[in-house]
């Protein structure tokens, strides 16, 4: 099929945007049921100020583009608007990764939406770029996520069946794979540790299926969590990208990809200047696996971490912040048989340096299965290393929380600490069963919050179960109370509380001079 005839193809859905996202077979990517009702009125208008090397980015255009191929996903026809009471139907294509990724965030994934077929079938556009002159293609794992069938369009215009090699949802990428009779154009990988804010960027893609198109812009910022998964370290970039764009390459100026182009945040369907690519450092990793056929084993370490703020260090006694603080371990988990223990502060993992949560998630998941690691920790003041064996990521794993019936201890109700403004009392079964405790839990219950003091500022809340001080246990309201006056006395800038929250535990710190 040549690039014309996909325009023809295609073309009435980019102009006809805001009535194909409410017919019965379109998958809508944006927040509301008129996200692209500007579409037709969008256009991709040069970013001011650009400029390129000798005045041009042509030379770089002849490069790239040739490698950069269409990909159209063909799936079944999806049920009709209000079958089940909604207003697209049930079980879209995408809406549930679009929903787990992105949440309402309005950051919809840059893929046409399908367009339903003769045949009662449905396809999607996306696009991909070539990494290999044996047909071996990137692209984002949402273009082709539930697709029974996968073809790829050259820029040539020759249109060939692909094989999926191997997908990851939790880093968005897949690898394809097309047989040709001749060696294939590739771009290269580049090094995107080493792109800067202000550094310019092409994108290339199909977007709304009018063809490949290049649009020009910079890195507006790194590093951008966009609450998708354990690995967010997204590159926002303001070169346009639209729906069609996903899986194509960003490159930079020496024609080296540097991303792969995947969600745009987007109020009203099309782009606003604000695109996000997964950094090709990242991406490469992950296509190497791959590119050896099937899933990513993940590694799993088993435990919930969070932040270390200022206050966190201060109430621990690190001199600046940085790392992971445990807030929970998994009971039988690999940290657990380790020895980690809650309230360590996770600084370095198999050599790396790990400065926050988000370093230890990426750092443990890179790890094979059944490897030997060295961990680096703090605890109570000392600096120290254990060995631990990496298992295999178990979503399904859940911390233990049940446990023998045992007594309560005598309820001290009303038990005030006025220098954080915290009212606590002891758990009573009646307690427990109002939260919903395990009948061995024992630890202070925040029975109310002064709004004008320091706990309410750092978060504590009505129903918190407050089970440790400054990473000691406390059973009752009045340990709890002891131990935080005890911590005030020291001179201590804050007091770092264990909270059991729901099916989570985590730390708050909160400063005394706040109070």
């Known amino acids: 099929m040549s690039p014309s005839s996909i325009l023809r193809r295609h073309r009435v859905a980019a102009l006809l945007g805001a009535a194909l996202i409410i017919s019965p077979v379109i998958v809508s990517f944006a927040q509301s049921n008129s996200g692209l009702s500007n579409v037709a009125a969008t256009t991709q208008t040069p970013v001011a100020g650009i400029t390129a090397p000798n005045g041009s980015f042509a030379p770089v255009i002849a490069v790239t583009k040739p490698a950069v191929v269409t990909i159209t996903s063909i799936m079944k026809a999806q049920p009709q608007a209000g079958d089940d009471g909604s207003p697209l139907g049930g079980n879209v294509p995408f809406d549930q990764f679009f929903q787990q990724f992105f949440g309402d965030q309005g950051m919809p994934m840059p893929r046409t939406p399908p367009q339903q077929q003769q045949g009662q079938r449905a396809e999607a556009l996306g696009s991909g770029f070539i990494v290999g002159a044996d047909g071996t293609i990137v692209t984002n794992n949402h273009v082709i996520d539930g697709a029974s069938s996968i073809k790829v369009t050259l820029d040539d215009g020759t249109e060939l069946p692909a094989k999926l090699v191997g997908h990851d949802a939790k880093n968005d990428l897949a690898v394809l794979k097309i047989k040709a009779d001749k060696p294939l154009p590739t771009v290269k990988w580049g090094d995107s540790s080493k792109l800067m804010t202000g550094d310019q960027v092409l994108a290339i893609g199909n977007p709304f299926g009018i063809g490949t198109t290049v649009t020009a812009g910079i890195v507006s910022a790194r590093g951008r969590d966009l609450h998708s998964g354990p690995f967010d370290d997204f590159i926002q970039i303001d070169a346009p990208i639209n729906h069609g764009n996903s899986g194509g390459p960003l490159v930079d100026v020496n024609g080296n990809v540097i ?42 370490l088993g435990v919930q971490i969070q932040p270390v703020t200022p206050d966190v260090a201060s109430a621990i006694g690190l001199d600046h912040p940085g790392g992971a603080v445990v807030s929970q371990v998994t009971d039988g988990s690999p940290a657990a048989k380790a020895g980690i223990e809650t309230g360590d502060v996770i600084t370095g993992f198999g050599g790396q340096e790990i400065k926050d949560p988000k370093d230890l998630s990426r750092a443990v998941a890179d790890v094979s299965p059944g490897a030997k690691e060295t961990v680096d920790i703090w605890r109570k003041g000392k600096a120290m290393q254990i060995s631990a064996d990496v ?58 919050v002064n709004p004008d003091k320091a706990a309410s500022v750092a978060g504590i809340q009505p129903g918190d179960v407050i089970v440790g001080v400054d990473q000691t246990p406390v059973r009752t309201a009045r340990q709890a109370n002891q131990a935080i006056a005890e911590a005030a006395k020291s001179g201590k800038k804050s007091v770092l509380l264990l909270v059991d929250r729901g099916d989570a535990q985590i730390f708050v710190a909160v400063p005394f001079a706040a109070g």
């Open 259 to 300: 991303g792969i182009n995947t969600a745009i945040y987007s109020p009203n369907g099309g782009s606003v200047g604000v695109g996000f690519a997964i950094p090709a450092d990242q991406a490469q990793k992950v296509v190497a696996k791959l590119m050896k056929g099937g899933d990513i084993e993940y590694g799993y």
């Open 391 to 448: 298992g295999r990521n178990a979503e399904d794993q859940k911390t233990a929380s049940n446990g023998n019936e045992g007594r309560s201890p005598s309820a001290e109700q009303g038990l005030r600490v006025p220098s954080l403004g915290l009212g606590l009392t002891d758990l009573t079964p009646d307690i427990r069963d109002q939260l919903n405790l395990a009948g061995n839990q024992r630890g202070a219950v925040v029975e109310r």
